[in-house]
């Protein structure tokens, strides 16, 4: 995944430059990366700043900017994308699974309230179908924070007969979570 992000003059703005920090404040641009963070694949986020200047970007950082949170020339493009970013963290959590990475599960589950940051407001002005996408919304962000301990444990695989938690307890999963 290559991001082409040098400091340039905006083209319609003048005295005005784009570069990396005004591509992480857009909205797709942000969906972007944080489809390629999702993605099962093990590639390298590479940005290139000057013509012979090209770095890589650490995936994680996409938990730093919320799609949603990101700016949009057209309002209605959030209430678009909210389900698509439930999607690729649904996929992700399969992928993590079938391939025996629970801790990895369990991180991006406790993280999902933070991917998901700004979909409430995204979508609480939208007409019915988008009304559709938050019920959905809100009931998939309600699994990272359960309402009892038992769900907790179900939630974040606790409770299967895989390898003890070694590196991510389920305290620290809770308190991750949001889920004190």
């Excluded at 399969?94 to 933070?114: D, M, P």
Aim: glycine fraction near 6%.
């Amino acid at each position: 995944f290559i991001v082409l992000a040098p400091t340039v003059n905006h083209k319609d703005k003048i005295g005005e430059s784009i570069d990396w920090s005004t591509w992480t404040a857009r909205g797709w641009c942000r969906l972007e990366r944080t489809a390629r963070s999702l993605s099962p694949l093990h590639t390298h986020i590479l940005m290139v700043v000057h013509e012979d200047l090209c770095v890589e970007v650490g995936a994680p950082d996409y938990l730093r900017h919320p799609v949603c949170e990101g700016a949009f020339t057209v309002e209605d493009d959030r209430h678009k994308i909210a389900k698509v970013i439930m999607d690729l963290i649904k996929d992700k959590q399969q992928h993590l699974l079938q391939h025996g990475e629970v801790e990895r599960y369990r991180l991006l589950t406790a993280s999902a309230s933070v991917i998901l940051r700004g979909t409430e407001g995204a979508i609480s002005s939208a007409g019915s179908h988008e009304a559709v996408v938050t019920d959905a919304i809100t009931e998939f962000a309600s699994h990272t924070c359960c309402s009892d301990f038992s769900e907790f444990l179900r939630t974040y695989g606790y409770n299967t007969h895989a390898t003890p938690p070694t590196v991510f307890p389920p305290l620290l999963m809770a308190a991750y979570a949001g889920n004190t």
